[in-house]
Structure formats: C-alpha cells, structure tokens
C-alpha cells in the first residue's frame, strides 16, 4: 500500500458569495444531444443561459427539461455562476446517472473528474423517454431511492480515493401526491442525498411535470455560503413565482408532511412574499450530524482543508523523542498548519468569537511513529445553531 494520506468524517459528536469553488454544482440531465455542439455524455462547463444555448441547448421539446433547470439556475444563482453540464441518454433510469455499468466510471464520476474534483455539489434533471418504464413504491418512482443508495456509495468512495466530498440533490421523481404514501427518508442513512419535491410547472398541461424545480434549488445552493441554509429567511425568497406540488399551488398543499418525513420541499411565510425552502434535510436520520445540508456542506469542506494541509507533510521527515514518540513541537506544527488552512479558507464560514474560530486539530505527540510510521490527528470545528423553532410567549403587562 503506497504512503497516503486517510481522512474520515466523524459522525455523532454534536447531538443531534463565496469566492471560493465552495457553490460549484454539476448538473446531470436526461437529454438529446445537438450535433456537435452538445454531444452525450460529455462534460460541459458554462456561465450563463446564453452559454447553454452556443451549445445548441434552446426550450425544445427534446430538451424542455433541460433548459428550464439552466434558466432557473441562473434565474436564482445570477449569471457568471459557473455550472458542468452533461446530458445522458433519455433511455437511462436515475440511478443509472450514478452507476458505472459497462463503463469504468459512473457519469456522475465522470463529471467530478472533469472538473478535478472542485464539484461541491450534483443536481439531477431526470427526463425519460418511454423506454424507461416509471414504477411507482412509496409514493414516488421507486428508482429514485435506488439513485440515492448509489449516489451515497459514489461520494463514500469519491471522499476516499479523492478526497473530494460532495452532495447530491435527486428529484422526488413521479411523486404520487399523496403524503401518506410517501417513504419516510428519516428511516435511511444517505447523509449526503438529498430529495427534493416540488416544482415551477404543473402535472398536468402543456409541459407536463414529473419532476422538481431542481434548477430553482442548485441556483440557491450556488449563491449561498456553506453555513447558510437555502431556506434563511434573511436571504430573501426563490425567484420563482409560482411553484406546484404536482397541480397543487404550495400554499395550498400541506408541505410540512414532506417535509417531517425528510423532503426538501418549499413553502410560504405569513407576512412574506414569495416562495421559500421549508429547510434542507438530507435523507438520513435526524440524530445524524450531517441530517441538514449546510452541516454537510460546512463538513465537507473542513475534509477537503484537512486533507491538503496534511499533503504537505506526506513523507516528511518526522523528529522524534528518545522513546520514539513525536517531537511535541513537530505535532504542534502540524495542528497549526491544518487549523489554519481550515480558517483562512473559510473563515466566513465558521464562528469567530474572540479570535476563537471553533477550529481544533490534536495530534496525540506520544504516537510511535517509529515503530508504525502512522501519525493520527483529530480534526473539530465548532457547528453552528440554527434557529428552527422560536416560542414567543406575547401577554399584556401594566405598571402599579
């Protein structure tokens, strides 16, 4: 085995604009290639919807879904934002999109590859032809759990041999309506999946929708910070103007039932305009430290930080004590390089209180790496809190 470096994320230990690549998202997409110009299976990197449509990609019937996920993305995330783009074949179920097949990698994999690893983040625009049979279990296309068991293998085995972490939002596929049928998601532990519900077009009509609003949430995702949940109220509302639960406005659906059963889902606030994101759990149980998005995302860009401040001391020369145990100015060293790797990458993104980041790296000096040439450390940063539910009590008072 060839010396290297091996980062895991711990789990268990909390209870219950960047100008960084920290908003990067790839999109994955049912779709009909264009000539030349976007070929299947191919990776593409664009700015802008004007970018999309150099590549032949216009409001077809072939590639409707397509481009109303590129438009909503900028329509929420700006243009300038940068996004992949690869289009699979409308033959392929979703769980396809996240397997390798005949093929040495996955598509998904693929699309990773091609940005070296910098994807923060996969969305999923499914769009079948016939071909592809819809089954519905649970109240929703049964191959929509499959892509997410799949999608969760791909970034456990992605966070290990690249060191790259990333999330995955899946489209709550063919939803059924009803949400007493639906899985409940709290029951699995895909605490890097999240499934979403909802979207801009309706069921039933011209441009019939099995799908969600998928553009409408990777455009969010992209223009937030790491720490911030897509459902802040403080962030403004979705630049959609209307949104459906299949032919339901969501107003006038009871999205708090999706969303107790681990459903992204969106919905409206007495006194507010607009549309929001009822919050961003993944599909995981609520014990997880990584159930809501933003942990997950704060976490995994802590792993990334760790891991390429551990780089530079692979194979260095380490001092060692009489004993064979590690120099403790050596192992100081080391604890200051990751901390502040972590902090002056992402510094916004974490609790500066005092000078006090919550950043904390320990390595343990009486290790003998003499004898076993392994150095272990401990990598902790300090969660934040967020406000889910306030109790207000509001009562009269008069002074005697």
């Known amino acids: 085995m060839r010396p290297k470096i091996n980062t ?12 960084l690549a920290v908003g990067l998202l790839g999109l994955l997409a049912s779709a009909v290639g264009v000539a030349e110009t976007f070929v299947l299976n191919t990776p593409y990197s664009i700015k802008s919807v004007n970018d999309a449509k150099k590549l032949g990609l216009v409001d077809s019937i072939d590639n409707h879904r397509l481009y109303k996920t590129i438009t ?27 397997k390798a097949g005949v093929q040495d990698f996955s598509p998904a994999e693929n699309l990773l590859n091609a940005a070296n690893g910098d994807i923060r983040g996969l969305i999923t625009s499914f769009d079948p032809d016939v071909s592809v049979v819809s089954t519905v279990t649970g109240g929703m296309d049964a191959d ?15 966070s290990a041999k690249k060191y790259a972490p990333f999330f995955t939002i899946l489209e709550g596929y063919n939803f059924s309506g009803s949400k007493v049928e639906l ?20 069921r039933t009509g011209t441009t019939a929708s099995k799908g969600s609003a998928i553009g409408v949430i990777g455009g969010r995702i992209a223009r937030s910070y790491v720490r911030e949940n897509i459902g802040k109220l403080r962030n403004g509302a979705l630049s959609a103007t209307e949104l459906f639960i299949n032919d339901t406005p969501v107003e006038n659906y009871d999205t708090e039932a999706l969303y107790d059963k ?44 760790a891991y390429q401040a551990n780089l530079d001391y692979l194979l260095d020369e380490v001092p060692v004590n009489a004993d064979g145990t590690i120099n ?46 392994k150095l272990s450390e401990v990598v902790r940063i300090r969660p934040w809190g967020y406000n889910r539910w306030i109790d207000v009590l509001v009562g009269y008072e008069i002074q005697n």
């Not at 895991?8 to 100008?19: C, E, H, L, Q, S």
């Not at 709290?186 to 979403?196: A, K, Q």
């Open 8 to 19: 895991k994320f711990d789990n268990g230990t909390i209870g219950a604009v960047a100008p």
């Open 72 to 98: 909503e993305f900028y329509d929420e995330a700006g243009e300038g934002t940068e996004l992949y783009v690869m289009g699979i074949p409308k033959t392929s179920k979703l769980s396809d999109f996240f």
């Open 144 to 158: 929509v759990l499959e892509a997410a068991n799949a999608a969760q293998l791909l970034f456990e085995n992605y």
């Open 183 to 202: 899985t409940d998601l709290t029951t699995y532990e895909y605490d890097s999946v999240g499934i979403l519900i909802g979207d801009t077009e309706t």
């Open 262 to 305: 681990g459903y992204i889902t969106f919905v409206t606030h007495q006194g507010r305009a607009g549309y929001y994101f009822i919050d961003d759990p993944l599909a995981c149980t609520e014990d997880n430290d990584y159930h809501y998005l933003s942990r997950r995302r704060t976490i995994n860009e802590a792993y990334r930080l």
């Open 328 to 373: 403790a100015a050596y192992a100081k060293s080391i604890e200051q390089a990751v901390e502040s790797k972590i902090i002056a990458t992402i510094g916004d993104d974490l609790q500066n209180i005092d000078g006090d980041y919550g950043v904390k790296c320990f390595v343990d000096a009486s290790q003998k790496i003499v004898q076993n040439s």
